[in-house]
């Protein structure tokens, strides 16, 4: 199971199509490669190419690409309930 940080890490893969450590803002030193490895280890992101600079360019793999549909499906879901049993 993911946890909520990595799931919106996933959507930040997203939403920028590829990331490097320097373009994404959730993480800081040890935790950006900690989030990476457990995302490449179970097959949802992969190694792109680097940059200039030598970064590792990350992208979705199209297991990450379905598993972010069914997330955002979730998510839309959650936020459905929560707005009918609100009262």
Do not use: P
């Amino acid at each position: 199971m993911l946890s909520d940080t990595l799931i919106e890490f996933l959507l930040q893969f997203k939403k920028k199509g590829s990331i490097t450590k320097k373009t994404q803002t959730m993480f800081s030193g040890l935790g950006y490669y900690l989030a990476i490895w457990r995302l490449r280890d179970d097959g949802l992101i992969l190694n792109d190419g680097i940059t200039n600079r030598n970064e590792k360019v990350w992208r979705l793999t199209e297991r990450g690409r379905d598993i972010i549909q069914l997330l955002e499906k979730r998510v839309s879901v959650e936020k459905e309930i929560e707005e009918r049993f609100k009262k």
